[in-house]
């Protein structure tokens, strides 16, 4: 086993994953990044340039420039950035210029807990564990929903639901690492369970792969 701890938790928006990644690093004494947030900040970076996400040249640029401020633009969860980064991070070249940076920061010791797309699969093959966790459309668009009322941000759950249903179509179908749970994941579904429950279950598994 290598000197780190790495635990990686994948899964489509609102499963609960950044959530969970939080609650096991504190409860090990991890680092924790959300991987997504390096894509909504080249989002961000990229929109406040008038780019567009679709051009992958423009992408990579946005990807290869990003500053450490940029992760902590306040516009990081607005939903258009989330489109945004969907969309900019099915480029190979945007997905790789990001790749080393999540790999050094999951190697340094004492490790880490990674929450995104592909980090099971693709950013940490080797993890110490992987967990996977998923829920159905409907639920992951009313916590969205949730989320953005108690942000201000007026919703239609229905628009939520359609972009979700988009989204998920766009991460899963993508030709370079598509969303999906790794074989050796646990998967948990969350949609009828609190964020305690989820947390037990994974803790379980962690601890015992941890020793």
Do not use: W
């Amino acid at each position: 086993m290598s000197e780190a701890i790495i635990i990686a938790v994948d899964g489509p928006a609102a499963s609960g994953k950044g959530t969970l990644a939080r609650r096991l690093a504190d409860h090990f004494t991890l680092r924790h990044l959300d991987t997504g947030g390096l894509y909504r900040a080249a989002a961000v970076r990229l929109l406040e340039s008038g780019g567009d996400p679709a051009d992958a040249a423009t992408a990579e640029a946005a990807a290869r420039n990003l500053a450490e401020n940029d992760l902590k633009s306040p516009h990081l969860r607005d939903e258009e950035v989330g489109q945004a980064a969907s969309i900019l991070s099915a480029h190979p070249p945007v997905r790789a210029a990001l790749l080393a940076y999540q790999r050094d920061f999951a190697a340094t010791p004492p490790g880490a807990v990674l929450d995104g797309r592909d980090i099971g699969t693709v950013v940490c093959p080797e993890a110490t564990g992987k967990i996977y966790l998923e829920a159905s459309a409907e639920t992951r668009a009313a916590r969205r929903a949730k989320e953005l009322r108690l942000r201000g941000v007026e919703s239609i759950e229905s628009r939520v639901l359609q972009e979700m249903k988009d989204r998920d179509a766009r991460d899963s179908g993508r030709a370079v690492a598509p969303l999906k749970a790794a074989e050796d994941a646990l998967t948990i579904d969350t949609t009828g369970l609190s964020p305690d429950e989820v947390f037990d279950l994974a803790l379980s598994y962690i601890a015992a792969r941890v020793g």
